[in-house]
């Protein structure tokens, strides 16, 4: 069976993509842990970061570094956590996650946004990636 990660690659479910090329994706998650929290994926399927090839894996970790500035800028935190768990689903995902202190680094607090705040977020990540 295909992680939810891999149907949405293939758009079979819907996501507020903000950057995909040929190897990876990346999307708003879909519980906010703060309002910008997005997921890179592979859109091969590996089931944690250690199996990953080495190209997938730079790659991913050069396209997290442009969408953390871009995320920086669009939400004006102090910085953009990462983090790679793993356990909720079996298809890798880093983490990149707006942050003002410590505190705000609590998945407990994840919560699912409206769709007007959700588009806008997205936009503003897109428009910092593009300059």
Same mark, same amino acid.
């Given at each position: 069976?295909?992680?939810?990660?891999?149907?949405?690659?293939? @758009?079979?479910?819907?996501?507020?993509?903000?950057?995909?090329?040929?190897?990876?994706?990346?999307?708003?998650?879909?519980?906010?842990?703060?309002? @910008?929290?997005?997921?890179?994926?592979?859109? %091969?399927?590996?089931?944690?970061?250690?199996?990953?090839?080495?190209?997938?894996?730079?790659?991913?970790?050069? &396209?997290?570094? %442009?969408?953390?500035?871009?995320?920086?800028?669009?939400?004006?935190?102090?910085?953009?956590?990462?983090?790679? &768990? @793993?356990?909720?689903?079996? $298809?890798? $995902? $880093?983490?990149? &996650?707006? !942050?003002?202190?410590?505190?705000?680094?609590?998945? !407990? %607090?994840? %919560?699912?946004?409206?769709?007007?705040?959700?588009?806008?977020?997205?936009?503003?990540?897109?428009? $910092?990636?593009?300059?």
């Amino acid at each position: 069976m295909s992680s939810v990660f891999t149907q949405i690659i293939e @758009g079979r479910l819907p996501a507020y993509v903000v950057y995909q090329d040929e190897l990876v994706l990346a999307i708003l998650a879909r519980e906010q842990v703060q309002l @910008g929290h997005t997921l890179v994926i592979p859109k %091969k399927e590996f089931d944690q970061w250690i199996d990953l090839d080495e190209a997938t894996y730079v790659h991913l970790q050069k &396209i997290s570094l %442009k969408l953390g500035v871009a995320i920086k800028k669009a939400t004006q935190c102090e910085r953009v956590l990462t983090a790679t &768990i @793993g356990y909720e689903v079996h $298809h890798y $995902h $880093h983490h990149l &996650i707006p !942050s003002w202190s410590m505190a705000d680094f609590s998945f !407990s %607090k994840a %919560k699912v946004y409206p769709d007007a705040e959700m588009t806008r977020i997205q936009k503003e990540i897109i428009n $910092h990636l593009r300059s």
